[in-house]
T-cell receptor, first 114, second 110 residues
Framework: GENVEQHPSTLSVQEGDSAVIKCTYS??????FPWYKQELGKRPQLIID?????GEKKDQRIAVTLNKTAKHFSLHITETQPEDSAVYFC?????????????FGKGTHLIIQP | AAGVIQSPRHLIKEKRETATLKCYPI?????VYWYQQGPGQDPQFLIS???????DKGSIPDRFSAQQFSDYHSELNMSSLELGDSALYFC?????????FGPGTRLTVT
């Protein structure tokens, strides 16, 4: 089955700086890669996703890049703000179909220092 | 916009009891997923349903079963509860692949 590795487990950045979180996946058949933000005790919130036919996607301060050859994808957050503090999870879904479950990374605790 | 609804939000059960969790997907979403998240852990996929048929199966214990009904809501039935089943249980729904999570049910087994 799919295995997703996520690094770092904790990331502390100064407010206004950029943050980068990296993930690798094992199943070359995976074709969908979402990122979720989760605050303590809350639901995972979909913040951005990318499909295997796209190399990069951007939404305001958030961008995701995908390197299919290397089987890794990254989340970039620019101009970080205190409300960006949360746990971020990357995930991957195999190409079996849209109803397949996601395999998540272990999460990155992002801390924005004022 | 309407979101995924889960009930109950909190549930306390004793060992060996049974529990039923309910999920109401976003209107017009035809796919439902169940995930289990332990403290400090990532969500673990349990099972999914598309158009009322089981679609994919993850790490769901044999003691658990689930189904999706004609109105697309889903129920996760958990029997012979163990202390290790204490977790947050999330339901997610989708229409074209993007999964939107509900608020979760916090199950505590004592």
């Amino acid at each position: 089955g799919e295995n997703v590795e996520q690094h770092p487990s904790t990331l502390s950045v100064q407010e206004g700086d950029s943050a980068v979180i990296k993930c690798t996946y094992s199943d070359s058949a995976s074709n969908y890669f979402p990122w979720y933000k989760q605050e303590l005790g809350k639901r995972p919130q979909l913040i951005i996703d990318i499909r295997s036919n796209v190399g990069e996607k951007k939404d305001q301060r958030i961008a995701v890049t995908l390197n299919k050859t290397a089987k890794h994808f990254s989340l970039h957050i620019t101009e970080t703000q205190p409300e960006d503090s949360a746990v971020y999870f990357c995930a991957a879904r195999s190409s079996g179909g849209g109803a397949d479950g996601l395999t998540f990374g272990k999460g990155t605790h992002l801390i924005i220092q004022p | 916009a309407a979101g995924v609804i889960q009930s109950p939000r909190h549930l306390i059960k004793e060992k060996r009891e049974t529990a039923t969790l309910k999920c109401y997907p976003i209107p017009r979403h035809d796919t439902v997923y169940w995930y289990q998240q332990g403290p400090g852990q990532d969500p673990q996929f349990l099972i999914s349903f598309y158009e009322k048929m089981q679609s994919d199966k993850g790490s769901i214990p044999d003691r658990f079963s689930a189904q999706q009904f004609s109105d697309y809501h889903s129920e996760l039935n958990m029997s012979s509860l163990e202390l290790g089943d204490s977790a947050l249980y999330f339901c997610a729904s989708s229409l074209v692949g993007e999964q939107y999570f509900g608020p979760g049910t916090r199950l505590t087994v004592t």
